[in-house]
């Protein structure tokens, strides 16, 4: 600051109290605050002398790192933005989604999957019976003391049904799966959702040249029904968060998370 003999002059502070007036710093330009914190009402002390132009020159020069600082600073929070949306996405984000591609895939034989293991104790096995015209959501959950959800069966309510509807849900042993019974029929449009976050382990051949991380099978891991003792095939199905993956199913049978040996 520029003392002038001629003029008395006051001491500036980082802020006045707003029921005072007179000469005021921003906090952030003393180096104590950061830029949200600064006090726009404030303002520099008029000074009677005329400024140097190397005053004048240090002044612009100044000004210019700062609007160079502020333009990196905006670029890189820009760029953390775009990072983090892009990380809540579920597979490409161009072309078709790794559940279409798997759901597109033929009946595959045993040997060309590799299922999920499960760690832990087996969720209870649970049976409900119903009225068909009521519909029902069945929760399958892992023992105490997590009580986490393995699985939720979705089945909608059926207006021009009389009849009623039980239900039976089984863990396949070691494997994250589950054996679905259902009698007299399974109605139209039930839904079953897996979730895997806790207990999900990769088979013991991962990692491999194909899957050398744990996470690059999880991206590939689909949901799928067992057609026999012997074939698989991916349904349709979609990943409603990260680890969880949803189908619409029309009958009943042994439902298994697995990626493709090769995926396609």
Same mark, same amino acid.
């Given at each position: 600051m520029i003392y002038d003999s001629r003029e008395a002059q006051q001491t500036p502070g980082?802020?006045? /109290? =707003?029921?005072?007036?007179?000469?005021g710093v921003a906090l952030a330009a003393t180096g104590c605050g950061t830029p949200d914190h600064v006090d726009l009402a404030s303002g520099l002390p008029a000074l009677t002398r005329k400024r140097s132009r190397g005053d004048q020159e240090g002044e612009d020069k100044r000004q210019s790192r700062r609007s160079h600082d502020w333009k990196i600073g905006t670029t890189l929070a820009l760029t953390l933005a775009?990072?983090?949306c892009a990380g809540n996405q579920y597979g490409p984000t161009d072309?078709?989604?790794?559940?279409?591609?798997?759901?597109?895939? /033929? =009946?595959?034989?045993l040997s060309q999957i590799l299922i999920a293991d499960r760690a832990g104790l087996s969720p209870?096995?649970?049976?409900?019976?119903?009225?068909a015209r009521q519909g029902r959501t069945v929760v399958m959950r892992h023992?105490?003391?997590d009580n986490s959800i393995y699985a939720i069966l979705t089945v909608p309510a059926?207006?021009?049904a009389s009849d009623s509807v039980t239900v039976s849900l089984r863990a396949t042993p070691g494997r994250y799966g589950l054996q679905l019974g259902a009698t007299p029929r399974l109605p139209s449009g039930s839904v079953l959702t897996f979730s895997y976050a806790i207990h999900f382990i990769p088979p013991a051949t991962?990692?491999?040249?194909t899957y050398p991380t744990i996470s690059r099978y999880a991206d590939w891991l689909?949901?799928?029904?067992m057609h026999d003792d012997s074939s698989y095939k991916f349904l349709p199905h979609n990943r409603p968060g990260g680890d969880m993956l949803r189908a619409t199913i029309s009958e009943p049978g042994e439902f298994l998370i697995a990626a493709p040996v090769t995926p396609p």
């Open positions: 980082p802020r006045l /109290p =707003t029921s005072e007036s007179g000469i775009s990072v983090a072309g078709p989604s790794r559940q279409a591609l798997l759901a597109g895939m /033929p =009946t595959l034989p209870s096995d649970t049976a409900v019976t119903f009225h023992t105490a003391p059926d207006s021009s991962v990692p491999n040249g689909g949901l799928g029904r």
